[in-house]
Nanobody
Framework: QVQLVESGGGLVQAGGSLRLSCAASGRTFTSGAMGWFRQAPGKEREFVAAINWSGGSTYYSDSVKGRFTISRDNAKNTVYLQMNSLKPEDTAVYSC??????????????????WGQGTQVTVSS
């Protein structure tokens, strides 16, 4: 089992920045990707970003490309999401997830095996 704990959420004004962290513990050796997803009230879960095990490949949704950056530190078992130029429509609960082994459909939440509890991000206008 892998436990994931997110942190770094909060309230920020439009145009501001936040950095989310996702720390993994337990059986942390997984060779798959780690991803961030978000869900706003009344909306479906949405892919945000993903990064492969080595960190050499990253993937972003069109809605955050150029504003968000995903990175990982395998020595610390942690993945980060740097969010810049935040917009009110970025308001959601952000959750991190990890795959036990690599599956190429990084944007499909069904390919992820372990999930964190989520952290709230609220962007005011």
């Amino acid at each position: 089992q892998v436990q994931l704990v997110e942190s770094g959420g909060g309230l920020v004004q439009a145009g501001g920045s936040l950095r989310l962290s996702c720390a993994a513990s337990g059986r942390t050796f997984t060779s798959g990707a780690m991803g961030w997803f978000r869900q706003a009230p009344g909306k479906e879960r949405e892919f945000v970003a993903a990064i492969n095990w080595s960190g050499g490949s990253t993937y972003y949704s069109d809605s955050v490309k150029g504003r968000f950056t995903i990175s990982r530190d395998n020595a610390k078992n942690t993945v980060y999401l740097q969010m810049n130029s935040l917009k009110p429509e970025d308001t959601a609960v952000y959750s991190c997830a990890t795959q036990r082994w690599p599956r190429p459909a990084y944007g499909d939440y069904k390919t992820y095996d372990y999930w964190g509890q989520g952290t709230q991000v609220t962007v005011s206008s």
